[in-house]
């Protein structure tokens, strides 16, 4: 995966164009704005990416970070009225933006797919678990009831439920919600997609079942050489799962690499904060949870200069005003959005400008780090 | 006491054992404890029981049989008059007439009318045009109804503002008046047949149900198309009228089957009182309704002889009453099981 520098926030270009010829999808400058009574959302303000087939990419942030919004939006599911959804997604060479749902239906279910959230809602309470498989299957593959009665069967068996043929025959609420996620996978994959989207597949799973979800999602992946794009607000499901990161902030991508790059040289605060904040198993039992402070910008009205600036314990007057563009790194395929970079001299030296004078040139106050946090 | 007040730190438990400690009141703490823990249980019992009792209600329990034993014997009164033990229609009893007995009496359980013809035929061989109007125009609701308010519902936008204002002009319009309005225009004339007139009257009853069944549909699609399996639906390609009729139409239908079921006691009603204004089903000897046996003899109250009305007024009183119970069990099944998923 590789990412552009938005033409919106960005002064100058840093990292070169890049042709992506026969990429299987490739997302560029994507903005996705909603037209609310209090003014304009701007969920996804400039997104680029682009992704091959058997690649995964995890998309993390926290909410209201714009990144279930931008899934929606590449597949084209938001609704059509006070949306307004420009740049191009491309799609095997065949542009969506701008197809109306007739269009669209000839990607949907065969081609791009999606994994919901929440099992409870995205399967029919009044359609039994085999129909509903089968319904697709019937529909776009134009199987035969037989066949497509065994197709679901054996979807249902490659998706890890014990006794299929029983399943197929249940209504969903006489399963536990790790069936029905279960489910709701061997339906999106029901028609072969070469592009799957999962969206926090996992948040409304107990922890137990969170990492089987996740393993059957990864292995379904690599058998059929599809292309994945994972969801999630946690570090921690995407950390040994997939190739790329993409982080997002305020409805940009603020620092993408490929994983083992990303966890090994942080650049972007915004990222390092989110790192921290995951708790560790060796802490002392009533050690303060690292956190970051404030809350999500407001999409209405974002603040002037970088949108975490006023979060951030490295903020400088620059930050402020103006809004970082995609730089790039020295190692290959990480860009990070961010003046003063974790790691670096100026880095360095911001942060210990902001430790020195108590606070940030946002006026955060900043909390002298304890060893084990840094 | 004192003591207790001038530390302020304490909070107020401490302070009124302290103040009780000091003043040797009576109510030792423990005791002021089993008080309120009495209190909780007796709190909590009341919750159970409530919830049981409401738990029953949603069952059938005797009243909701009684209404089906009613509403089945409606319905083989509807279909099948002749396996009732009656006398034919048009078959008069001079010697009951003679005895100035108009009530209940050997042979005439619903007692007879003033004519001497038996009050039970009457009743039985009524519900079949009662029934016929009724049912037929709540289902012409139903299917028109139900189809605008699932394209509003579903599509919302222009459609759901165009529709709704639709609808709510036609509940504007005093629904009697507007089906009176329709048959008096439509099947008025003389020589109208018999059939047309009761289509007319079908007709009337349904378009004036149409914007009730339209809204109710309208604002549970609204609810149910939200539902992320729609979405899910929607992303594994499947087309628009199969998602409106295979994934929302079936979640929303308990709510509307309710709603016909109390429809189909309002049509009743209705059809009643169309024929009190003369322009329901036709009366005739061979031709009875619930409605229109009421309105021809309604003139035998004058004469002291109420067995006339009192039969079919019976009849429509405990189909409505069953209609409405029944419709009352199928909501509550509803909501019980949205509550669950």
């Known amino acids: 995966m590789s990412t552009r520098p938005g033409k919106g926030g960005g002064r100058r270009r840093v990292a070169p164009l890049q042709e992506h010829t026969g990429c299987l999808l490739e997302v560029v400058e994507i903005k996705t704005h909603f037209k609310t009574p209090a003014g304009v959302v701007r969920a996804v303000d400039g997104v680029s990416l682009t992704l091959d087939r058997g690649r995964t990419l995890g998309i993390v942030g926290e909410s209201g970070s714009g990144k279930s919004v931008l899934s929606r939006s590449i597949m084209g599911l938001l609704p059509a009225h006070n949306v307004i959804r420009e740049g191009s997604v491309k799609f095997e060479g065949n542009e969506l933006v701008g197809l109306g749902s007739n269009d669209m239906r000839r990607f949907w279910g065969v081609e791009l797919s999606m994994v919901f959230q929440d099992p409870m809602t995205s399967l029919n309470p009044v359609m039994r678990v085999g129909n509903q498989i089968t319904e697709s299957l019937r529909y776009h593959l134009g199987m035969e009831k037989d066949e497509a009665n065994a197709t679901a069967l054996n979807l249902l068996r490659s998706v890890g439920i014990p006794e299929p043929q029983q399943r197929m025959r249940q209504y969903p609420h006489e399963l536990s919600g790790g069936m029905r996620q279960r489910v709701v996978i061997a339906i999106a994959l029901a028609c072969g997609p070469k592009l799957l989207f999962a969206d926090e597949p996992t948040t409304a799973l107990d922890v137990t079942v969170q990492a089987r979800i996740l393993d059957l999602l990864q292995r379904q992946q690599r058998e059929r050489h599809m292309a994945m794009v994972l969801v999630t607000h946690d570090l921690g499901v995407v950390a040994g799962r997939t190739h790329d990161i993409a982080v997002m902030y305020a409805g940009k991508i603020v620092e993408t690499a490929p994983t083992a790059t990303l966890f090994r040289n942080v650049k972007m605060p915004y990222t390092e904060a989110l790192l921290q904040s995951i708790p560790k198993l060796d802490y002392h039992s009533h050690t303060r949870l690292t956190v970051i402070p404030g809350r999500p910008p407001n999409l209405i009205h974002p603040p002037k200069g970088c949108k975490f600036s006023p979060r951030c314990a490295y903020a400088q007057e620059r930050c402020l005003e103006e809004d970082p563009p995609l730089f790039e790194a020295d190692t290959p395929g990480h860009h990070y959005r961010c003046f003063f970079p974790v790691g670096t001299p100026e880095g360095v030296e911001a942060f210990s400008r902001n430790q020195e004078r108590g606070e940030t040139a946002a006026g955060t106050p900043v909390v002298v780090r304890t060893a084990e946090a840094v | ?341």
């Open chain 2, 1 to 341: 006491m004192a003591e207790a007040d001038t530390d302020s730190t304490r909070d107020a438990g401490d302070a009124i054992h302290d103040r009780d400690l000091i003043a040797g009141a009576p109510v030792s703490p423990t005791e002021l404890d089993v008080v309120v823990a009495e209190a909780v249980d007796a709190v909590i019992v009341v919750d159970t029981e409530a919830e049981i009792e409401r738990a029953a209600t949603k069952r059938l329990g005797i009243m909701g049989w009684l209404a089906i034993g009613w509403m089945a014997l409606v319905a083989l009164m509807t279909i099948a008059p002749g396996l009732f033990p009656i006398p034919s229609l048009d078959e008069r009893s001079i010697e009951a007439l003679r005895s100035g007995n108009f009530g209940p009496q050997s042979g005439h359980p619903l007692g007879i009318d003033g004519s001497g013809y038996d009050m039970a035929a009457k009743v039985v061989n009524g519900a079949r045009a009662s029934m016929i109007v009724s049912v037929g125009a709540v289902t012409f609701g139903l299917v028109v109804g139900g189809f605008l308010g699932l394209i509003a519902g579903y599509f919302r936008g222009r459609i759901d503002t165009v529709l709704t204002a639709g609808f709510n002009v036609m509940l504007a319009f005093p629904q009697l008046i507007l089906a009176l309005t329709l048959v008096t225009v439509f099947a008025n004339q003389q020589g109208v047949s018999y059939g047309r007139r009761v289509g007319v009257v079908t007709f009337a009853i349904g378009i004036v149900s149409v914007p009730i069944l339209g809204r109710i549909t309208r604002a549970n699609t609204l609810a149910w198309a939200q539902r992320e399996f729609v979405l899910a639906a929607k992303v594994i390609g499947t087309k628009t009228s199969r998602i409106m009729f295979r994934e929302v139409l079936p979640n929303v239908l308990p709510a509307m089957f309710s709603i016909v079921l109390l429809g189909v006691g309002v049509a009743i009603v209705v059809e009643g009182g169309l024929a009190l204004l003369g322009v329901g089903v036709p009366p005739g000897i061979d031709s009875p309704s619930w409605g229109n046996l009421i309105a021809s003899l309604r003139s035998q109250l004058f004469f002291g002889r109420p067995w006339g009305v009192f039969a079919p007024s019976m009849a429509v009183f405990l189909t409505v009453l069953s209609l409405n119970y029944l419709g009352d069990v199928v909501r509550a099944r509803f909501d019980v099981r949205e509550s669950v998923l």
